[in-house]
């Protein structure tokens, strides 16, 4: 028999290992499934984890890695924070269609006209797109005492039907012959989002995304604001008569992560999506809860884990094409990472004993 | 010895890898995008039904590829250019939101031809774009529609307001009106290609409203599982494939997907050397579109109704959009006799008189 026992302190040691050991539980049981729809299993585990990186087409894929990657953590550092603090902002998916919605309004209202000053209007719109919808979420929280994760959740829905507005309606290219969607940004240079470095795959979202995980890191090591955030995730009995504004905390932690969603959005929007169409989010924003736990809601990890789920992403698809894997397969993989993350969260807060062993010791 | 069988299994799949590699250099591959499962029983099940038609029709001579639900946007654009890096001779992209992506990666891969289903943009000498002419179909399931409903109110569930959606709208409507002049007719947004539970909400909704004859322009059977739980008073049709399991009823119909002639035809002329840009859009009359058994749950006088309908059409003695028609605000479209062009249908935006609500914009 096993039983969990409580351990005083978290392990320092299954924190940092957990990860790991999920994501080799998780091509263990992804092998196995992988084997019964008969499919050499090993494969495609090297076509998801090795091919991208050291394939025969890595000079490209490891840039797409990057492309994929950068939203991810972007999102998942501004929800960790949230997190931490025991705020669970879940409609970062719906910030991040209010980003590229508003964003990408401001830089079509501009057209045609190339200013240098026009992409930066767009940032600080994207940001303020994804900010705003989340303010909803967080005002009807810290003034009704409303659910969060409903709110944010619903809200999603919400932003999908503007989005569907907008691409059908007022950011349509009027150019367009009727059809839905807007103007192409990587046509339009004032408000296009580029790579940077050609085949690098890096564009400022990637930029954003690494400047935002040591800023975090920071602000949770060395800013009372950080220990402030983690005292409340951790006891927030302890956290009030320690003086921390609650209803402060709601609104800065919903805000930085949905900033940060709507920045997301912005990015790809005028970059890799290129254009607003009715269904331009791809689930970034619930994929980005993920990463997040997987991170370890530290930003460093957060960026690691980002890498990690954007080479599920890029090789699952290669296994999709190359040997026919077919693409819910790819999903129940990604899908068990999770599962057996927080299946083998447990090691961090219990250690397993075995119960003929516990009765001898007592 | 568990190990060693499991290394040399990890072994012979390299070396298979390899010289499928080898190999592939005089094999033409052809490769398709898909937008939804292959399993959705529709639309992209008739896009894989044409692929395993081209495996049939040509046998060692083709390899074939394809990738399931692709987002329509950046990812699209990754999944081509993996594919073509990975030695696709042909590529099919068979939705409309691949559009900007298949003319970005053509612009990089000159060597390679991309075939984009319902799209109009041909901005490179590589891609062609091809589509059917659904609202043939639609003008059938519309007769039938017209005599069968009771409540003379029909529903139309829509996916995105294209003009390829407005067609068949229009389509169903003019006809459902010509055979039954108190029909109404509402239309649901679902903006999606494949979502069951959507899809199942918007037939909930119009079942509601007292329709009793459900078209759809998505691609899941939802719609038709919804109708069957009203115990035969709601009926739909097969939407992109027969949908067979639903006869006889609600599945009284269907409009049939047939992709199998076209891509056999065009991965032949990859072979033949002699592939070129085009834009094909064929209907019942070039076995492209196919209106699925009419079932024993319509009358017969209306099952031959409905097969004189599908027929002139095929023949070319009829055009779905013949005048006199208006435009919804009254105003005139084509005079008595007159045929719609193919340009203003391409670019459809505008419902037809008699239909209430807007088309989203």
């Known amino acids: 028999m096993l039983r969990l026992e409580r351990r005083p302190t978290p392990s320092r040691f299954w924190q940092y290992g957990t990860p790991v050991v999920a994501v080799v539980l998780t091509m263990i049981a992804g092998g196995l499934l992988f084997a019964l729809l008969g499919k050499d299993p090993f494969a495609v585990i090297r076509t998801i984890f090795w091919d991208p990186l050291f394939g025969e087409f890595a000079w490209y894929l490891r840039g797409q890695l990057l492309v994929k990657a950068g939203p991810l953590i972007l999102i998942a550092i501004g929800l960790a924070l949230g997190f931490r603090a025991g705020i669970w902002n879940i409609g970062a998916e719906g910030q991040y269609v209010m980003g590229a919605v508003i964003g990408a309004s401001v830089g079509l209202a501009a057209y045609p006209t190339e200013s240098r000053l026009i992409y930066p209007a767009m940032v600080l719109a994207g940001a303020f797109g994804g900010w705003i919808w989340a303010m909803i979420p967080a005002i009807l929280k810290t003034r009704f005492n409303t659910n969060e994760i409903l709110v944010s959740l619903m809200l999603v829905y919400v932003a999908e039907t503007i989005l569907a507005k907008a691409a059908t309606g007022f950011l349509r290219n009027p150019e367009g012959a009727g059809f839905p969607g807007s103007r192409s940004f990587s046509s339009y240079k004032a408000a296009s989002n580029p790579e940077l470095i050609a085949g690098s795959g890096l564009h400022w979202g990637g930029v954003a995304a690494l400047v935002t995980a040591g800023l975090v890191y920071v602000l949770l090591q060395r800013h009372i604001l950080g220990f402030q955030i983690k005292l409340a995730g951790q006891a927030p009995r302890a956290a009030r008569f320690h003086g921390v504004n609650p209803t402060r905390l709601v609104v800065f932690c919903m805000g930085i992560s949905g900033a940060l969603a709507g920045l997301a959005g912005l990015f790809e929007v005028s970059g890799p999506a290129g254009q607003i169409s009715i269904d331009f989010n791809s689930g970034y924003g619930f994929t980005a809860i993920i990463v997040a736990f997987l991170g370890r809601l530290n930003p460093l990890g957060i960026v690691l884990a980002g890498l990690l789920m954007a080479l599920t992403y890029v090789g699952g698809e290669m296994a999709a094409t190359n040997i026919g894997l077919p693409s819910a397969a790819i999903q129940v993989f990604q899908g068990m990472l999770l599962f057996f993350l927080l299946g083998v969260d447990v090691l961090s807060n219990y250690r397993i004993r075995f119960l003929l062993f516990v009765k001898e010791a007592r | ?361």
Not at chain 2, 12 to 22: D, Q
């Open chain 2, 1 to 361: 010895m568990k190990r060693r069988t499991l290394l040399a299994t990890a072994a012979i799949g390299l070396g298979l890898g390899l010289a499928g590699a080898a190999q592939a250099q005089d094999k033409t591959k052809a490769c398709f995008v898909y937008v939804g499962p292959i399993g959705d029983g529709g639309w992209t099940y008739q896009h894989d039904q044409g692929r395993l038609a081209v495996i049939e029709a040509f046998g060692d001579k083709v390899e074939t590829a394809y990738q399931e639900s692709v987002p329509e946007g950046a990812d699209a654009e990754r999944v081509l250019t993996q594919m073509a890096l990975s030695g696709c001779d042909i590529i099919f992209t068979t939705s409309f939101g691949y559009m900007d992506p298949t003319n970005n990666v053509a612009a990089k891969f000159p060597n390679v031809k991309f075939e984009h289903a319902t799209g109009y943009k041909r901005e490179h000498p590589n891609v062609a774009t091809y589509n059917a002419r659904f609202y043939e179909g639609r003008a059938v399931m519309g007769t039938i529609a017209g005599r069968m409903t009771k409540s003379n109110k029909i529903g139309y569930i829509g996916s995105f307001p294209i003009p390829e959606v407005v067609q068949g709208i229009n389509s169903s409507f003019i006809h459902a009106r010509k055979v039954n002049p108190d029909v109404t007719i509402s239309v649901v947004w679902a903006y999606t290609w494949f979502d069951p539970a959507k899809e199942a909400d918007a037939a909930k909704a119009l079942i509601e409203q007292g329709v009793d004859v459900i078209l759809a322009h998505t691609d899941s059977t939802a719609p038709l599982a919804e109708a069957a739980k009203s115990g035969g008073k709601v009926i739909g049709f097969g939407q992109a494939s027969d949908m067979a399991e639903y006869k006889p009823s609600p599945r009284v119909s269907s409009i049939i997907d047939n992709w199998a002639p076209y891509y056999v035809k065009r991965v032949q002329a990859v072979i033949d050397g002699t592939w070129e840009s085009q834009d094909a859009w064929e209907g019942i009359g070039g076995g492209e579109v196919g209106i699925g058994e009419i079932t024993d749950a319509v009358p017969a006088e209306v099952k031959a109704e409905a097969e004189a309908m599908r027929d002139a059409i095929g023949s070319g003695a009829y055009h779905p959009f013949t005048g006199p028609l208006n435009k919804q605000d009254g105003s005139a479209w084509l005079a008595a006799g007159e045929v719609a062009d193919d340009g203003t249908l391409a670019g459809m935006n505008f419902f037809v008189e008699g239909i209430t609500g807007d088309i989203p914009q």
